[in-house]
C-alpha cells in the first residue's frame, strides 16, 4: 500500500485568505484525488488530478476556489481560496492502488475558518 | 452527489456483540468498499467486494453484496472496543480510474 503525507496536519485561518495544502506520496502514481469532509458528514469528491494535464472538478467545485497543481507523480497541492468559515471541513488526498481497484487516503488536513 | 446511504446513522453496542451495518447505492457499480475513519482521521481500506460477487470475508468482517438491491451489509463479529469508529461504504459507479462516492456513514461505538 502507498504511504500518504499531508501538510498541514491542521491550521487556524482568517476569513478571505487562502491555504494551500500538501500531499506527498511515497510512490509513483498516475491518479490522485481530493476529498473534503465537511464536519460531521461524510466525503465528497472534489477533483481528480492526474499528472501533466489540468485537474477534473466535481459538479459544485470550481478552479477558481480550489486551485490544483500536480507537478510530478508523488506530488499534488490543494488551494482552498478566498476562505470563508463554510470552508472549515478535514481535507484528504487520496491515490489509486495498484490495482486500480481501491483508493488509499492520507492523514487529512483539518481546517477551521475564523 | 452521495448515491450510498449508510443504516443505521450511530449503532452503540456492547463488546464482543456483532455488529451489523447497511449500505444502499443507486447506480450500477464495478465494486463496493469500505472504509473505516477514527477520529476524523484519515481513512482506512477494510474491504472491496467487486459486482459479480456476493459474500467476501476478512478476519472478523463478512460483506455481503445484493446487485438486485443495490445494497450491501458489513459484519464485524465479535466486537473490541478499538472497532470503535466511523463506517463508509464507497462506491466506483463511473470506473476504476474515477473518484470514489461514499456514503454517509455509520458511527460504531462498542460499549466496554
Known amino acids: 500500500s502507498a504511504v500518504i503525507s499531508q501538510k498541514p496536519s491542521r491550521d487556524i485561518c482568517q476569513r478571505g485568505t487562502s491555504l494551500t495544502i500538501q500531499c506527498q506520496v511515497d510512490?509513483?502514481?498516475?491518479?490522485m484525488f481530493w476529498y473534503r469532509q465537511q464536519p460531521g458528514q461524510s466525503l465528497t469528491l472534489i477533483a481528480t488530478?492526474?499528472?501533466?494535464?489540468?485537474?477534473?472538478?466535481e459538479s459544485g467545485f470550481v478552479i477558481d476556489k480550489f486551485p490544483i497543481s500536480r507537478p510530478n507523480l508523488t506530488f499534488s497541492t490543494l488551494t482552498v481560496s478566498n476562505m470563508s468559515p463554510e470552508d472549515s471541513s478535514i481535507y484528504l488526498c487520496?491515490?489509486?492502488?495498484?490495482?486500480?481497484?481501491?483508493?488509499?487516503f492520507g492523514p487529512g488536513t483539518r481546517l477551521l475558518v475564523l | 452527489s452521495q448515491q450510498g446511504e449508510e443504516d443505521p446513522q450511530a449503532l452503540s453496542i456492547q463488546e464482543g456483540e456483532n455488529a451489523t451495518m447497511n449500505c444502499s447505492y443507486k447506480?450500477?457499480?464495478?465494486?463496493l468498499q469500505w472504509y473505516r475513519q477514527n477520529s476524523g482521521r484519515g481513512l482506512v481500506h477494510l474491504i472491496l467486494?467487486?459486482?459479480?460477487?456476493r459474500e467476501k470475508h476478512s478476519g472478523r468482517l463478512r460483506v455481503t453484496l445484493d446487485t438486485s438491491k443495490k445494497s450491501s451489509s458489513l459484519l464485524i463479529t465479535a466486537s473490541r472496543a478499538a472497532d470503535t469508529a466511523s463506517y463508509f461504504c464507497?462506491?466506483?459507479?463511473?470506473?476504476?480510474?474515477?473518484?470514489?462516492?461514499f456514503g454517509k456513514g455509520t458511527h460504531l461505538i462498542i460499549q466496554p
Open positions: 487520496s491515490v489509486e492502488s495498484g490495482a486500480r481497484e481501491t483508493q488509499y
Open positions: 510512490s509513483q502514481v498516475t491518479m
Open positions: 488530478a492526474n499528472q501533466g494535464s489540468e485537474a477534473t472538478y
Open positions: 447506480t450500477s457499480i464495478n465494486n
Open positions: 467486494i467487486r459486482s459479480n460477487e
Open positions: 464507497a462506491t466506483d459507479a463511473r470506473g476504476g480510474a474515477d473518484g470514489l462516492t
